[in-house]
């Protein structure tokens, strides 16, 4: 963080810089020698014939550089990934985990350079961003204590793709490849066209060092999905975003042998019905802001009985109006920072005028912190959090996951109304209810369609040994965590437990 509150727009440019000029020393393998970042591919840094501007969305300038493949330099490398997999898997677990270790080692030691990059990268606050890469790090040393039972009678099944969501890099998508590899397979990755790729490339250059089989493939989506979904070597893919991408991927999947775990968003409902505790819920309400609600497991559906609306209503502003939204790496404390772009706002800001045309009620709208930014600093991308009231059901924020700080409040006057307007996006990740009354939320939280329901509480991800899945159109394939996560992308005589077609 600039340790000064009187920063201008120079000297917060400036730090950034600093950061890229330090991963350049770092890691100076990954750069060309104009400083634009190469492709980690099998082992080879690939110059792609185009580069494409990282933009970060703290200030909207240019961060740094990525590489554009095209598709034959895909397919490729796709090739020669595949061919890192059998020399790999022929090493012994206590070998793997060797180098895995050694790679850690690295992780740990560049671990504030990688937090402050991945801040830059995607707009995260550093204590947002270090947990990002701490979960990573203590995700990876659990499996290195837990991988033996886990791989008893398991082999690896060969190159595993991993297409993910920018928001967490690390805890999610860079624990997963490190996961797939300790298990013995060879790993390609994609860096996230939104965000990411800059803090990505330097982890995978680490990774690299330590002579672990992955790699990392940047550039469009129409040129990287044929080789990263449907080539032939490609023996598992695992995919986190949105349902229309994620669909097409399973259209291709479902016919062929390939493993997959395929992870789509849903909206993610909270139902309150028959309660009293209303500061416990404005704690969660406020807890619920992390990263903007930019999470797959962000709850921004809230399904509350007629009767308790007005008290619901006082303890969200209660709880959110004191939320600073601002620049995330200057001296005035944030809550969260920006949007991953300002398209995505001006995407939001469009669906809330559009809802608001057809009749939406606002009963809360916050502001921007003014001491969170330089004079002349870009805000394109901050959004500070709103609150709907009666959005029609034909509104897409009716109907899908906003991953913004909007939510979207829902009267109801019974449990079979509530339980409805919950299950609204046919199947979710998580859910929850809040009630007084232990039998009713047991009962109504049975009903609700998602892979976890908390009762008085907020659900998560989970990591380690948590499984993680959905239901209805939230996911599709294996689950994954802790075991699941291991035998999703090995083959053995265990059952694989997933969301599977009929």
Same mark, same amino acid.
């Given at each position: ?57 703290? $200030? ?34 206590? $070998? ?8 850690? $080692? ?5 671990? $504030? ?47 595993? +793709? ?12 860079? /624990? ?34 330590? @002579? ?45 042998? @390939? ?83 300002? +398209? ?6 469009? /669906? ?44 897409? /924020? ?41 039998? /009713? ?29 959905? @239901? ?31």
């Amino acid at each position: 963080m600039l340790n000064t509150e009187l920063v201008g727009e120079p000297l917060l440019h400036l730090e950034s810089r600093r950061l890229l000029a330090e991963a350049r020393r770092v890691v100076p393998e990954a750069f060309d020698s104009q400083g634009r970042l190469l492709s980690p591919i099998a082992g080879a840094w690939v110059r792609p014939p185009a580069w494409f501007d990282a933009i970060s969305p703290i $200030d909207g300038k240019v961060l740094a550089e990525l590489p554009l493949l095209d598709a034959a330099q895909v397919a490729t490398g796709v090739e020669k990934a595949a061919g890192e997999f059998i020399p790999w898997a022929a090493h012994s677990l206590e $070998d793997r985990s060797r180098a895995v270790i050694a790679a850690v $080692d690295l992780l740990k030691e560049h671990r $504030d350079l990688l937090v402050r990059i991945l801040a830059w990268d995607i707009g995260k606050t550093l204590p947002t961003a270090y947990n990002d890469v701490d979960r990573c790090l203590a995700g990876i040393e659990w499996y290195l204590e837990q991988m033996g039972p886990m791989l008893e009678s398991r082999q690896p099944l060969g190159l595993v +793709s991993n297409i993910a969501s920018w928001n967490y890099p690390f805890s999610v998508l860079l /624990l997963n490849v490190l996961v797939q590899t300790l298990a013995g397979n060879s790993v390609i990755a994609k860096i996230p066209t939104q965000g990411g790729g800059v803090s990505l490339t330097v982890a995978f250059a680490l990774l690299r060092r330590a @002579k672990l089989p992955v790699s990392l493939a940047g550039g469009r989506g129409r040129d990287l999905s044929e080789s990263l979904v449907g080539h032939p070597r490609i023996a598992g893919v695992a995919f986190i975003g949105g349902r229309a991408n994620g669909a097409e991927v399973h259209r291709r999947l479902r016919a062929t042998d @390939k493993r997959y775990a395929l992870e789509m968003e849903g909206v993610n409902a909270y139902a309150v019905t028959s309660f009293s505790d209303w500061d416990k819920l404005g704690q969660q309400i406020r807890a619920g802001f992390d990263f903007g609600k930019q999470r797959c497991t962000a709850y921004t559906r809230w399904v509350v009985e007629q009767s308790l609306v007005p008290k619901f209503v006082r303890t969200y502003v209660d709880a959110v109006s004191a939320l600073r939204v601002g620049n995330p790496l200057l001296g005035a404390p944030v809550d969260f920072g920006p949007l991953i772009s300002p +398209s995505k706002v001006e995407e939001l800001r469009a /669906l809330i005028t559009d809802a608001k045309e057809h009749g939406t009620a606002v009963l809360f709208q916050g502001e921007l912190a003014d001491d969170a930014f330089t004079a002349q600093q870009e805000r394109g991308a901050y959004l500070p959090p709103t609150l709907l009231f009666g959005v029609h059901r034909d509104s897409e /924020l009716y109907l899908r996951e906003p991953f913004g700080p909007i939510d979207v409040l829902i009267s109801v006057d019974s449990e079979e109304e509530l339980v409805r307007e919950a299950n609204v996006s046919n199947g979710a990740l998580v859910a929850s209810v809040a009630t007084d009354d232990p039998d /009713l939320g047991e009962r109504i939280a049975g009903r609700l369609h998602a892979f976890k329901v908390g009762i008085n509480k907020l659900r998560s991800r989970g990591d380690r040994e948590e499984s993680f899945g959905g @239901k209805g159109g939230s996911w599709a394939g294996a689950f994954v965590g802790g075991t699941h996560l291991v035998r999703a992308f090995t083959d053995g005589p265990h059952p694989i437990e997933g969301n599977w077609p009929d």
